[in-house]
């Protein structure tokens, strides 16, 4: 999406975000040449989204399944900040042309998906913003991936004003977790959508399916993470200031999945999800300045293979 965020002085900066796209920026930069990553969305014919491409394209980020919809444009949100480094959005997104990927992604792009994917990597968002023939389509997609043995990745993003049914939402977040290897839920998210608000009670919950790691993300207390029935806890060091909690979960997924792509142990993975999230929060914008991130791992991550 088109982001609007402010900055020091409040005057709001353009940039290009969302859950999904963060998390893919975050992940290719931890992986670097070690990994291919690409994004699945839909794109207009207009300038913006012509920018938003190229951006995508400076990243390193595989735009072979961005798709180009005549009369589209990209959907566009507005961060507010509070003076804890708390964020609040308004959106503009009714004609986005990301609503409408799954029926605009013909068969040979799907097969070559299934084909080629090792990680399919999907939100909350990303099930929140389809138009409901679209989600049928996202469903079949997930369905073949499973049959070829891929990896899926499921985060709990829960954002109530992009659903008009609370109740549609958690059919479809429980048929999303049904498909999920790897799934990241946030106490937050699920207390509003199910009023499931601890994270051993969210636990047994989750425990009802299939997920082969399952870490549950209780805000900036701490962090339960679950494999083989195992439970293990990883605290988490609170940063005294923050400046933007934008993509603390999504950088926090992207250090993760790094983590484990190298070997780490779960427990470990989510001590690298916590020490990239808190550098990302201290920073203004969900994407943070390549220069600077490139800095941080050099001097903070070194220590990983």
């Known amino acids: 999406m088109v982001e609007f965020s402010p900055d020091s002085l409040g005057n709001y ?17 931890l992986l670097a040449n070690n990994a291919e990553v690409g994004i699945l969305t839909s794109v207009g014919t207009d300038k913006l989204s012509y920018q938003m491409v190229k951006a995508f394209e400076e990243e390193s ?9 005549p009369g589209k444009q990209p959907g566009a949100y507005l961060i507010d900040i509070s003076a804890t480094g708390e964020r609040s959005f308004v959106y503009w997104r009714n004609n986005a042309a990301a609503r409408s990927t799954m029926t605009a992604l013909d068969k040979v792009k799907k097969e070559t998906i299934v084909m080629t994917t090792d ?3 999907f939100s909350g968002i990303s099930l929140a913003i ?14 073949q991936l499973k049959n070829a043995g ?3 990745v499921f985060d709990s993003n829960y954002r109530a004003s992009l659903w008009s049914d609370k109740g549609e939402a958690i059919k479809a977040f429980e048929k999303a977790f049904s498909y999920s290897d790897i799934v990241f839920a946030g106490v937050e998210d699920l207390a509003l959508l199910m009023e499931i608000n601890k994270p051993e009670a ?22 339960l993470c679950i494999n083989k029935h195992k ?10 200031n923050v400046v933007d909690s934008t993509a603390a979960g999504d950088s926090f997924n992207a250090g993760y999945l790094m983590a484990r792509n190298t070997g780490l142990s779960v427990t470990d993975a989510a001590n690298i999800g916590c020490r990239v999230a808190r550098f990302v929060i201290g920073q203004r914008g969900a994407i943070v300045d390549r220069h600077k991130f490139t800095e941080f791992i050099n001097k903070e991550l070194s220590d990983i293979n």
């Open 119 to 121: 990680v399919f990597y």
């Open 61 to 69: 980020i595989n735009t072979k399944f961005v798709l180009k919809i």
């Open 231 to 240: 439970h293990q806890w990883v605290d988490i060091v609170p940063l005294e």
């Open 13 to 29: 900066k353009q940039g290009f975000a969302g859950d999904v796209y963060n998390t893919a920026v975050y992940t290719k930069r």
């Open 150 to 152: 891929k990896k899926i």
């Open 202 to 223: 969210l636990s047994e919950y989750l425990a009802t399916f299939s997920i082969d790691e399952l870490i549950i993300k209780n805000g900036e207390k701490n962090v």
């Open 130 to 143: 389809l138009y409901k023939e679209d989600r049928e389509e996202l469903w079949q997609l997930l369905t």
